[in-house]
């Protein structure tokens, strides 16, 4: 069965200093991996997302994720955080097991916290 | 184009009352998810149609029902409000495939009293 490990579940960086989200994932087969954003009382926002393609994947905001099979991780980066980047950030897979729903499965969540 | 459109925002139910959540999809997008996100965690899934034709189901029990119309969008029917039913209640989209990236709505914040 396939599941995301997000390994912090509060992070905090002084603006313009470098973010890293940490996600570790367990699947039986090539996984699919996202990662979104959830600013306070809004929907989900999708940052980026892996599907087997280049292991270093770009997303919006200057945000990036590697995928590392050898890890099982895919780590979310930037350079350098804003204040607009806080928020609640999900490490997701999608279920590509046998039913082949495509369901989204979301880890427990990490808030980052941006200080001025 | 417009993006996923949840309605209402916000409800107040009472325990043990009904509701019915409405979802509309992404133009061209004919696939719909239904997921649940209580404070402090991470969405989990009760729903996936395609085609009106109910795809998958997460672990919810029985008094969480939900359809797809002909346009594609979808209502999510709760019945027997639990005051642990309060949550977020996301609706997602995408194309069709599996393989594509699901597109979220805004959400509807029920709240049972």
């Known amino acids: 069965a396939q599941s995301v490990t997000q390994l912090d579940s509060h992070v905090s960086v002084s603006e313009g200093t470098p973010v890293l989200l940490r996600c570790n994932y367990s699947?039986?087969?090539?996984?699919?991996l996202f990662w979104y954003v959830q600013h306070p009382n809004k929907g989900l926002q999708l940052l980026l997302k892996?599907?087997?393609?280049?292991?270093l994947v770009k997303g919006i905001n200057g945000f990036e994720a590697e995928f590392k099979k050898s890890e099982t991780s895919f780590h979310l980066t930037k350079p350098s955080a804003h204040m607009s980047d806080a928020a609640e950030y999900f490490c997701v897979v999608s279920d590509r097991g046998s039913s082949n729903t495509g369901k989204l499965i979301f880890g427990q969540g990490t808030t980052l916290q941006v200080k001025p | 184009d417009a993006g996923v459109t949840q309605s209402p925002t916000h409800l107040i139910k009472t325990r043990g009352q009904q509701v019915t959540l409405r979802c509309s999809p992404i133009s061209g997008h004919k696939s719909v998810s239904w997921y649940q996100q209580v404070l402090g965690q991470g969405p989990q899934f009760i729903f996936q149609y395609y085609e009106k034709e109910e795809r998958g189901r997460g672990n919810f029990p029985d008094r969480f029902s939900a359809r797809q119309f002909p346009n594609y969008s979808s209502e999510l029917n709760v019945n027997a409000l639990l005051l642990g039913d309060s949550a977020l209640y996301l609706c997602?989209?995408?194309?069709?495939?599996?393989?594509?990236?699901?597109?979220f709505g805004p959400g509807t914040r029920l709240t049972v009293l």
């Open positions: 892996y599907t087997s393609a280049a292991t």
């Open positions: 997602a989209s995408r194309t069709g495939t599996s393989t594509d990236t699901q597109y």
């Open positions: 699947s039986s087969y090539s996984p699919s």
